[in-house]
RNA sequence: UGGGGUAUAGUGUAACGGCAGCACGACAGACUCUGAAUCUGUUUGUCUAGGUUCGAAUCCUAGUACCCCAGCCA
């Protein structure tokens, strides 16, 4: 079904390869670890998934996958006060979505507690770490800057005895949290602060969504990522930029422990336009009720680009097409875009809806007359067969397809013009009726008999087809209309005193509570995606039910005509 | 201004001393019962300055710009 194994990956091309992948060639080629490829994704369950993980999970499966490898799932659940049983459910289930299997490799860093402890025991033993009575206002004061070296802790050379006896004391409980730490002596005077004494444990009574209240200490990341990985066996361990620095002080570790040693390897995350990538403001934007939750479709997260109706492939095949490098990037936006409409053009049925529609009676039609024509489903894929639509003597249009004073490059209803309605029958504009403001309130045409299906006997040819509905043989429906969440390529880039929240698009949401689309769609259920005729890419909400239809705007169509029309707007004006 | 990184078209990404290529975007055209899709074409680039070399995006030297690091977060 829809999963990642179709062959969308490049084993057996010669394309060229992106460092970490030329690295894991090489040391294949060299039989490093015996020439065995083992990734993981270790997500802290602290928030949802967004796209930018998705980058970096596709990326460790798909390695895996390509080079005959594995690669786990595990939850990097060190910290209690942050994390949620309730997270770790709804990451697998992203991730599932997206299409990847960790098999039976689901694994908790809360698993190797007591082989973490163990070892801390045993560095504590070989006198590489100590317990520090230190506040952490004293550590950081201890720390030194950027500029100025470390000074040592004075508790740096008690006696291995003493903080063996008070590293189990931590452990059982007797101190009240930040009153003491466990750290590694390393170096004060390092460059690299990081290895500055860096804290391996803290006193943290919490209950934890695994352990609940086993524990009191908590491991620190850097003390304990490179052990979760290798106990895993985990053969590169690939993150984030930013863990660049902290690369010595994984190493310093496992070789202090002397045991498997991972590569660390390093690329940069994923930025797109016109959205906010980390969780602190994503979690903001739920929290402030900018938007309705973590699966608002607005949100770049998993489940809200799901819900807007994004397809695991279209993502899958954009984290493939960004590609993996160093240097700090930002995709715009289009490039999404593009990979979504290209899925989806492939594997959407077409169906007839009018977003905003304008009345069309067709005088020359009998009154009580209904007829099924025949329309398309998927042109670009024939297997998916073909539908019946209803016409009747009163239609809807889409009211952005009719124009008073059209010009000539407008292709659609004015009157006078003959356009196609979409397998149905060519129609002429005769007649407008207004209101007393003025506005256009419903149109009269006549319809040829002979054009019926959508083509003229006599060859003549028109140059627009509209899309359409029957006011009678159609279904209500609300639309909700997406467009982006901010109204900056870049929503950080503010003036003075404000913040990426001012940047907030007031229109990124549009309800549309007066659509209409056609009887097909009577049983849709949520999730299923669409390509409405001419408007775009849309998918049944969430919140959708039969009699009380509800769609999202997932992407538009390329609308060049919608370009040109911009284009003569902001033109200077012709003589 | 300590340390660690990174600079190739508008945005991404290749080229590993030998023709700067690809994708997206933009622009122009063809086709079209979706102003979609498809097809064709055009446009724009090696951070700067030196050096090595027959030949440099790639090697060397010196600059410049940007990113990351001073949580008992990850």
Redesign the pocket.
């Known amino acids: 079904m829809d999963n990642a194994s179709n062959n969308e990956t490049n084993e057996n091309t010669n394309?060229?390869?992106?460092?970490i992948r030329?690295e894991i060639a090489d040391d294949i080629k060299n039989n490093l670890n015996d020439g065995r490829v083992h990734t993981r994704f270790?997500?802290?369950p602290?928030g949802r998934l967004h796209i930018g993980h998705a980058k970096a999970f596709c990326l460790n499966f798909s390695i895996a996958k390509e080079f005959g490898g594995k690669c786990n799932l595990r939850f990097?659940d060190?910290?209690p006060?942050?994390e949620e049983q309730e997270h770790v459910e709804a990451i697998m289930e992203d991730v599932k979505w997206i299409g990847w299997d960790w098999e039976d490799r689901l694994y908790f860093?809360s698993d190797y507690f007591d082989q973490m402890y163990e070892w801390a025991r045993q560095l504590i033993k070989d006198g590489k770490a100590y317990v520090?009575?230190?506040?952490?206002e004293?550590?950081?004061e201890h720390?030194?800057?950027?500029?100025e070296q470390g000074k040592e802790s004075s508790y740096r050379n008690r006696d291995i005895s003493e903080s063996l006896d008070l590293f189990e004391k931590m452990k059982n409980g007797q101190f009240p949290?930040?009153?003491?730490?466990l750290k590694a002596k390393i170096d004060m005077t390092s460059?690299?602060?990081?290895m500055r004494d860096?804290?391996m444990y803290?006193?943290?009574h919490a209950t934890h969504h695994r352990t609940a209240d086993k524990w009191c200490i908590?491991?620190?990341?850097?003390w304990?990522?490179g052990l979760e990985d290798s106990i895993e066996g985990i053969t590169h361990s690939l993150c984030s930029?930013?863990?660049?620095?902290?690369?010595p002080l994984y190493d310093w570790f496992i070789d202090q422990l002397n045991i498997h040693h991972p590569k660390q390897r390093?690329f940069?995350r994923l930025?797109l336009?016109y959205t906010v990538m980390s969780k602190r403001k994503l979690a903001r934007l739920v929290e402030g009720n900018h938007v309705i939750g973590w699966d608002d479709p607005r949100m770049p997260t998993i489940s809200g680009l799901r819900r807007r109706g994004y397809s695991p492939a279209a993502i899958r095949n954009f984290c493939k097409?960004?590609?993996?490098?160093?240097?700090?990037?930002?995709?715009?936006l289009?490039?999404l875009?593009?990979c979504l409409?290209?899925n989806l053009?492939?594997t959407s049925n077409?169906v007839m809806a009018v977003v905003n529609p304008l009345k069309v009676v067709i005088t020359n039609y009998p009154d009580d007359q209904v007829e099924e024509l025949e329309a398309i489903n998927?042109?670009?894929d024939e297997s998916a067969g073909t539908r019946k639509v209803h016409f009747t003597k009163e239609l809807y249009i889409e009211r952005e397809d009719f124009m008073e004073d059209a010009p000539r490059?407008?292709?659609?209803l004015s009157v006078g013009r003959e356009v196609?309605l979409?397998?149905?029958y060519f129609v002429t504009c005769t007649d407008v009726v207004k209101d007393e403001n003025g506005q256009v309130t419903e149109l009269h045409c006549t319809y040829d008999p002979a054009?019926k299906?959508?083509?003229a006997p006599d060859g003549r040819?028109?140059k627009?087809?509209?899309?359409w509905v029957s006011t009678t043989e159609s279904l209500k429906a609300k639309v909700n209309a997406c467009d982006n969440l901010f109204t900056k390529e870049n929503p950080e880039a503010t003036e003075d005193g404000q913040d990426f929240i001012d940047n907030l698009n007031p229109d990124s949401l549009s309800v549309l509570e007066n659509c209409f689309v056609e009887k097909s769609l009577a049983n849709t259920t949520p999730g299923d995606r669409y390509?409405f005729?001419?408007?775009g890419y849309f998918c049944t909400d969430t919140e959708s039910s039969e009699g009380n239809l509800v769609f999202n705007k997932t992407v538009g169509?390329?609308?060049?005509?919608?370009?040109?029309k911009k284009?003569k707007q902001n033109a200077p004006k012709k003589k």
Request: with cysteine; proline share 6%; charged share 30%.
């Open positions: 394309e060229s390869l992106d460092f030329a270790p997500p802290e602290n990097d060190t910290n006060i942050k860093a520090c009575d230190l506040t952490p004293q550590t950081r720390r030194g800057s950027l500029k949290d930040g009153t003491r730490c460059p690299n602060i990081n860096p804290v803290r006193i943290l908590y491991p620190m990341y850097d304990a990522h930029l930013e863990f660049e620095n902290h690369r390093e940069a930025n336009t097409t960004i590609g993996i490098a160093k240097t700090d990037s930002t995709i715009d289009a490039l875009e593009h409409r290209d053009n492939a077409r998927n042109p670009q490059k407008f292709f659609r196609r979409r397998y149905a054009t299906g959508g083509d040819k028109v627009g087809t509209i899309h390509q005729e001419r408007l169509l390329r609308d060049t005509w919608a370009k040109l284009q």
